[in-house]
């Protein structure tokens, strides 16, 4: 039995242009504009700007179930067609028509594949390029696994293999409008293009049609509305999914922040997650929560143990009714909801260097970028550019994590006092306006 031969240089990418309709060789612009050529590196960004995509258990039963089936000699090989036949069935229940606009009949799949594939896949290949077609952004780990894997029982026990708990989840709260897919694209392009698995959670009522985010990314929340009082449901929904992850921290965050995940992280292992803590830019509304208010564009961040205290000691129906009834009596801002949850528990909110809850100049995200954990109100292209800026770095020197220089802890406080004094503007104004 021959076992299939990748043509030079298109390995797995070929599998992944076969089964999901995604060209090997794509580049893309800051503006979303793609273009073709012949760099697998550039075919990598490509792949990880359609958004993060995470491995689920059943999806590896039912390959080795449509691979069986086919193996009518059961000799543990597909022949050219019943691979197609293999393909066709798995692009007809599992992938997103959109991927394709529709789904190609055995002789476009054919067309596809060509001449790069020669010979008979065995189920080891035939898994890895089913996990690619379903899984864009798990490129990377694919590839390690087929120059690392020597055996089907090595590969598949990894596969199988349940992903540890990540230690941090990013739950990104967005809509679905142009301006919010612009952004979420953005974020998914940049700053959470490698995050580890389960590390991402995007909070949105409808997930857009043109977009190819794994179920297990996009959490559909139907109940939020795509307005400023679908704010704080999703708030309240990102952290039940969030607590239920089993995660140490959830931050949650809109789809016009850029993280700076490493650094973020940093600051929190001076943490223990199991104490209950809420960390963020405290002062927004202080007179209407008396854990000191939180201002949470910068970003919000939850300890396990407080979610212990917020979520899992009342149950979860009972914490999103509570979080938003407090939501409705403020506002409805979700972040003054959740600093009067966490108060009625006795916790109150501490300052976390480094979250920029307000706008900044070009000139200024520059200066910050080497300390800040997070930017709001940001642009698409301006979190192009301070990725571009972040990678032009020398690695040891993000590898140092924060420099908090005094020129900048004078800097954020002045910023932040300001910030704080104009939310308290503004959220007196729109709460009398809700009012009337």
């Known amino acids: 039995m021959t076992p299939v ?5 298109c390995t797995l990418l070929v599998a992944l242009h076969t089964l999901s309709g995604v060209a090997k060789d794509v580049s893309c612009d800051t503006s979303g504009n793609c ?20 491995p689920k258990l059943g999806f590896d039963e039912k390959v080795q179930e449509i691979f069986k089936q086919l193996d009518t000699n059961e000799d543990g090989a597909l022949q050219r067609d019943e691979a197609l036949e293999a393909g066709l069935q798995l692009i007809r229940g599992s992938a997103p028509t959109s991927v394709f606009g529709s789904i190609p009949d055995k002789n476009e799949l054919q067309a596809l594949w060509g001449d790069s594939v020669h010979g008979e896949l065995n189920l080891d290949e035939f898994m890895q390029a089913a996990e690619l077609a379903r899984s864009s952004s798990e490129l990377d780990r694919m590839l390690w696994w087929k120059e690392t894997t020597t055996t089907t029982a090595t590969w598949l ?52 049609a043109e977009m190819i985010y794994s179920a297990t990314a996009w959490d559909p929340a139907p109940e939020c509305e795509d307005s400023h009082a679908g704010g704080a449901c999703k708030d309240a929904v990102g952290l039940v999914k969030g607590y239920k992850s089993g995660t140490g921290w959830v931050v949650l965050l809109g789809d016009d922040n850029y993280v700076f995940p490493h650094r973020l992280e940093l600051a929190l292992a001076q943490f223990d997650p ?8 405290p002062g927004c509304s202080a007179a209407q929560c008396s854990a000191g208010g939180l201002c949470g564009g910068g970003g919000q961040v939850f300890s396990r143990g407080a979610l212990e ?41 501490q300052e976390l ?36 800026s972040l990678d032009s770095m020398p690695s040891a020197l993000m590898e140092t994590g924060r420099l908090s220089t005094s020129e900048y802890v004078q800097r954020y406080q002045q910023a932040k006092l300001k910030h704080v004094n104009e939310q308290q503007q503004r959220r007196t104004s729109l709460s009398a306006l809700h009012r009337s």
């Not at 031969?5 to 240089?9: C, D, E, Q, S, Y």
């Not at 199991?274 to 960390?279: I, N, S, T």
């Open 5 to 9: 031969k990748f043509a030079a240089g």
């Open 309 to 349: 205290l917020m979520i899992r000691a009342s149950g979860v129906e009972a914490f999103l009714a509570e979080q938003k009834k407090e939501a409705e009596e403020v506002g409805n801002f979700g972040d003054l909801a959740n600093c009067r949850v966490a108060s009625n528990r006795s916790l109150h909110v």
């Open 35 to 54: 273009s073709a050529n012949d760099d697998d590196e550039a075919s990598l960004v490509a792949l990880r700007a359609r958004g993060s995509r995470q």
């Open 274 to 281: 199991q104490e209950p803590r809420v960390l963020g830019i």
């Open 353 to 388: 260097l480094g979250l920029h809850g307000w706008a900044e100049c070009n000139e200024e995200l520059a200066k910050d970028s080497l300390e800040a954990l997070t930017f709001h109100y940001i642009t698409p292209a301006q979190m192009f550019q301070v990725q571009k």
């Open 157 to 208: 026990s990894k596969t199988l293999t349940p992903q540890p708990v990540a230690a941090v989840v990013y739950s990104i709260g967005t809509g679905n409008h142009s301006a919010a897919r612009l952004g979420l694209q953005a974020c998914l392009s940049t700053w959470a293009s490698n995050l580890p698995a389960g590390a991402l959670q995007i909070i949105g009522r409808d997930q857009p």
